[in-house]
Nanobody, 126 residues
Framework: QVLLVESGGGLVQAGGSLRLSCVLS????????MSWFRQAPGKERDFVAG????????TYTDSVKGRFSIFRDDSKNTVYLQMNTLEPEDTAVYYC???????????????????WGQGTQVTVSS
């Protein structure tokens, strides 16, 4: 059974930085696209960033371009999200996710991911 465990969330002041980590166990990692999503209270779960398998091509939602960076270490079955210049609007629960099938590219739709972590809270104070 695939298990994803996120860590690295917390409380930070606006302008600060956090690095989220997500470790996968119990399944394949290197041949899957991996993504980060976030969900604020009362809102839908939205795509933040994704990284393709093998090519390492990265994709970001517009609001985080230039501030966030996603990268992966296939030797550790881990995907990271480096978040810089954080804004109060970034406050949310952040989830990592693995695509439903291998050898596919990153998708913006949460419905295309079937393995999810439990989430980690990120709170940015103004």
């Amino acid at each position: 059974q695939v298990l994803l465990v996120e860590s690295g969330g917390g409380l930070v002041q606006a302008g600060g930085s956090l690095r989220l980590s997500c470790v996968l166990s119990g399944g394949a990692f290197s041949n899957y696209a991996m993504s980060w999503f976030r969900q604020a209270p009362g809102k839908e779960r939205d795509f933040v960033a994704g990284i393709d398998w093998r090519t390492m091509i990265t994709t970001y939602t517009d609001s985080v371009k230039g501030r966030f960076s996603i990268f992966r270490d296939d030797s550790k079955n881990t995907v990271y999200l480096q978040m810089n210049t954080l804004e109060p609007e970034d406050t949310a629960v952040y989830y990592c996710a693995r695509r439903s099938r291998p050898y596919l590219s990153v998708s913006y739709s949460a419905a295309d991911y079937t393995s999810w972590g439990q989430g980690t809270q990120v709170t940015v104070s103004s």
